[in-house]
């Protein structure tokens, strides 16, 4: 079984929660990709959880104002599923 299938149907987020919604302001507000949000999710949750980080980069080369910015979570691991909650954003100077 590949780590991919491993995930699979493994990790969420809580899209009605007030942290899901401070997470798609700030990566609004900073992305200067074409593709929503919406679609980028699952690839995002499964990134992290395969290199077992609790945050992503969203690189200066797709962000609006040429810098690395990284959004945080905590996550939280259930028997069967992992749950991420938005904590933070940082912005790195390059």
């Not at 987020?13 to 900073?30: A, G, L, N, P, R």
């Not at 929503?36 to 962000?63: C, V």
């Amino acid at each position: 079984m590949s780590r991919k299938e491993l995930y699979e149907n493994k990790l969420q987020m809580d899209y009605f929660s007030e942290d899901y919604i401070q997470f798609e302001e700030d990566f609004q507000k900073y992305s200067a990709m074409d593709v929503p949000l919406t679609f980028l999710i699952d690839d995002i949750l499964r990134t992290m959880a395969m290199n077992q980080k609790n945050y992503f980069k969203l690189n200066k080369e797709n962000s609006k104002d040429g810098r690395d910015h990284y959004f945080y979570f905590d996550v939280d691991s259930k028997l069967e599923c992992r749950n991420f909650n938005y904590r933070q954003h940082k912005t790195v100077s390059n």
